[in-house]
């Protein structure tokens, strides 16, 4: 992507687009005014600063992007300047512009990343402008980089938080299923507690449950499993009226028995016999 796209593309939070911006950093004038003289028709923003200070001062005034320097600067050296511009603004794409006899002195500053690349003086045109639009296509992809790596990083954050509700909901439905099961062994403990025999019956007709008392009771009569029509008919006849009573006699015993539909909201899930004997009755 060219420096004409990236201005395009990049904003302030006004609504204006925002120019990328170079700043040029000599203490001899006439070297400034040549610089600008040779990238006048590029589309960026240049500015500039006489000497070091005055381009920290720059810095601390304005949103740069590129940053060239000289190396000999009777203030402060384009090596520690840039050192402390890293420093600062670590996002900055910073290059030093100087001669050759120069390059020794900033070789551990570019080994260190406190400086991108040597620029050499004198300073062919065309190839400055092209160093100029690599360094602000690299600092575009730095940018991109960076906004992925934050957006990846919230995107984290928000599975995280995601994960923990999750977590917190699993647990919630694990105590209700321990809750669930202890009142239905609860449930099943005072059923088996009654002192009368209780059948349960399928939709179907088939007998798929009987307490205690039942089982005692009807002993000689394995019912589970049967179908109550060919168990106990008189109990079928009283499950057709889906509630009522009716007197049965099992194994010479006269029992008051009672039928209960059990329905859920929408689906009608059985039957309950209740079996009183007479004698109790």
């Given at each position: 992507m060219t420096v004409k796209a990236m201005s395009e593309i990049s904003a302030t939070?006004?609504?204006?687009?925002?120019?990328?911006?170079?700043?040029?950093?000599?203490?001899?004038?006439?070297?400034?005014?040549?610089?600008?003289?040779?990238?006048?028709?590029?589309?960026?923003?240049?500015?500039?600063?006489?000497?070091?200070?005055?381009?920290?001062?720059?810095?601390?005034?304005?949103?740069?992007?590129?940053?060239?320097?000289?190396?000999?600067?009777?203030?402060?050296?384009?090596?520690?300047?840039?050192?402390?511009?890293?420093?600062?603004?670590?996002?900055?794409?910073?290059?030093?512009?100087?001669?050759?006899?120069?390059?020794?002195?900033?070789?551990?500053?570019?080994?260190?990343?406190?400086?991108?690349?040597?620029?050499?003086?004198?300073w062919d045109d065309d190839m400055l402008k092209a160093e100029i639009e690599e360094a602000f296509r690299r600092k575009e992809l730095h940018?991109?980089?960076?906004?992925?790596?934050?957006?990846?990083?919230?995107?984290?954050?928000?599975?995280?938080?995601?994960?923990?509700?999750?977590?917190?909901?699993?647990?919630?439905?694990?105590?209700?299923?321990?809750?669930?099961?202890?009142?239905?062994?609860?449930?099943?403990e005072i059923v088996n507690c009654l002192p009368v025999p209780l059948l349960g019956v399928d939709p179907d007709g088939l007998l798929v449950f009987a307490n205690a008392n039942a089982t005692k009771r009807f002993a000689r009569h394995p019912l589970l499993g049967t179908f109550v029509a060919e168990a106990l008919p008189a109990a079928a006849e009283l499950m057709a009226q889906e509630h009522g009573e009716t007197r049965m006699s099992i194994d010479g015993c006269a029992y008051r028995v009672s039928c209960h539909a059990i329905d859920s909201i929408m689906l009608q899930r059985g039957y309950l016999l209740i079996f009183i004997p007479e004698e109790t009755a």
């Amino acid at each position: 992507m060219t420096v004409k796209a990236m201005s395009e593309i990049s904003a302030t939070d006004s609504g204006t687009p925002a120019r990328p911006t170079l700043l040029l950093v000599d203490d001899e004038d006439s070297i400034l005014s040549a610089l600008k003289r040779t990238l006048r028709r590029e589309t960026y923003r240049v500015l500039t600063a006489n000497g070091g200070r005055a381009g920290l001062d720059e810095l601390a005034r304005s949103r740069v992007d590129v940053i060239i320097s000289d190396q000999r600067m009777p203030d402060m050296s384009g090596v520690d300047f840039l050192r402390q511009a890293k420093e600062l603004y670590p996002d900055t794409v910073r290059m030093v512009l100087s001669g050759y006899s120069d390059l020794q002195s900033v070789t551990d500053a570019i080994n260190e990343g406190a400086i991108y690349k040597f620029l050499s003086k004198p300073w062919d045109d065309d190839m400055l402008k092209a160093e100029i639009e690599e360094a602000f296509r690299r600092k575009e992809l730095h940018d991109e980089n960076r906004r992925l790596n934050q957006q990846v990083r919230a995107t984290n954050a928000e599975l995280i938080h995601l994960n923990v509700q999750l977590q917190e909901a699993l647990e919630a439905q694990r105590r209700r299923a321990v809750l669930g099961e202890s009142v239905l062994a609860t449930v099943q403990e005072i059923v088996n507690c009654l002192p009368v025999p209780l059948l349960g019956v399928d939709p179907d007709g088939l007998l798929v449950f009987a307490n205690a008392n039942a089982t005692k009771r009807f002993a000689r009569h394995p019912l589970l499993g049967t179908f109550v029509a060919e168990a106990l008919p008189a109990a079928a006849e009283l499950m057709a009226q889906e509630h009522g009573e009716t007197r049965m006699s099992i194994d010479g015993c006269a029992y008051r028995v009672s039928c209960h539909a059990i329905d859920s909201i929408m689906l009608q899930r059985g039957y309950l016999l209740i079996f009183i004997p007479e004698e109790t009755a």
